[in-house]
T-cell receptor, first 112, second 110 residues
């Protein structure tokens, strides 16, 4: 079992470019999450999906969109990247909403 | 403003020493989790506490949940170099609100 996988591992974008971060889990979990981690700020929840077919905003959703493609996959899209979105992005999954979360290895994104 | 305050922010100790890190909030959690994160990796769950006053032990790590469910502590006995990492607490409020603290960066020197 791979657990939670994320692609890409690193990405550099220019301001205004768009991209999609991919996340997949093979643990048959119902809930999935996207976080960003900035120095001194801990992890902040961007969006989450309680179950297949539902998505909801977290603490910092502005500038992002998500798609729960199926039970396994949850993608995060930046439509027009800004330097303020430079961060490390983590995807996580849990058996049910609020239960223990399993994290992917992260995507380090730089927007110039 | 951080909903969850962790202290201290940084801690550097010698191998064999004991330490305690804290996680505090003015709000009541329905549950709280502790994670450890190593550089370049995602956080890994250590424990979940749910009941006020609960104490859980994981080898040399002792986790305590405050009676009012507003605070928690993590105590490490006889720290080892392998304990080095970023310790994060994460609180669940209501049904669908989750917040992480900014973490305590622990360095255990040999």
């Amino acid at each position: 079992n791979a657990g939670v996988t994320q692609t890409p591992k690193f990405q550099v974008l220019k301001t205004g470019q768009s991209m999609t971060l991919q996340c997949a889990q093979d643990m048959n979990h119902n809930s999935m999450y996207w976080y960003r981690q900035d120095p001194g700020m801990g992890l902040r929840l961007i969006y989450y999906s309680a179950s297949e077919g539902t998505t909801d905003k977290g603490e910092v959703p502005n500038g992002y969109n998500v798609s729960r493609l199926n039970k396994r996959e949850f993608s995060l899209r930046l439509e027009s990247a800004a330097p303020s979105q430079t961060s490390v992005y983590f995807c996580a999954s849990s058996p049910l909403l609020g239960r223990e979360q399993y994290f992917g290895p992260g995507t380090r994104l730089t927007v110039t | 403003t951080q909903l969850l305050e962790q202290s201290p922010q940084f801690l550097s100790i010698q191998e064999g020493e004991n330490l305690t890190v804290y996680c505090n909030s003015s709000s009541v959690f329905s549950s709280l989790q502790w994670y450890r994160q190593e550089p370049g990796e995602g956080p890994v769950l250590l424990v979940t506490v749910v009941t006020g006053g609960e104490v859980k032990k994981l080898k040399r790590l002792t986790f305590q949940f405050g009676d009012a469910r507003k605070d928690s502590s993590l105590h490490i006995t006889a720290a080892q170099t392998g304990d080095t990492g970023l310790y994060l607490c994460a609180g669940r409020y209501n049904f669908n609100k989750f917040y992480f603290g900014s973490g305590t960066k622990l360095n255990v020197k040999p």
